[in-house]
């Protein structure tokens, strides 16, 4: 049984920071690619950040410099640390999993929302 679960979300004023989590089990995560995505009210789901089995980053235009990606491989973790928070990141935060290969099958967490005040 395969299980993403996100924490860390909430209600925060805007120029704050949260650090997310993403808790794997049930998938080969040391091999795999992990991500983030949002979903903003009346918005399709985008991607916001990636993490590789061996830690090279990408990052969404729209968070580079504010946002980094990290995992930690020994607590099947990947964590989102988000600085100078605007209102535009408010959205419902998902975690994602797949493996580099591009075989198998990829996973989704059930999101954890994130509400930015202004």
């Known amino acids: 049984q395969v299980q993403l679960v996100e924490s860390g979300g909430g209600l925060v004023q805007a120029g704050g920071s949260l650090r997310l989590s993403c808790a794997a089990s049930?998938?080969?995560?040391?091999?795999?690619?992990m991500s983030w995505y949002r979903q903003g009210p009346g918005k399709q789901r985008e991607f916001v950040a990636r993490i590789s089995s061996g830690g090279r980053t990408n990052y969404a235009d729209s968070v580079k410099g504010r946002f980094t990606i990290s995992r930690d491989n020994a607590k099947n973790t990947v964590y989102l640390q988000m600085n100078s928070l605007k209102q535009d990141d408010t959205a419902v935060y998902y975690c994602?999993?797949?493996?580099?290969?591009?075989?198998?099958?990829?996973?989704w967490g059930q999101g954890t929302q994130v509400t930015v005040s202004s």
């Open positions: 994602f999993a797949s493996p580099e290969s591009g075989l198998g099958s990829a996973y």
């Open positions: 049930g998938i080969a995560f040391s091999i795999d690619a």
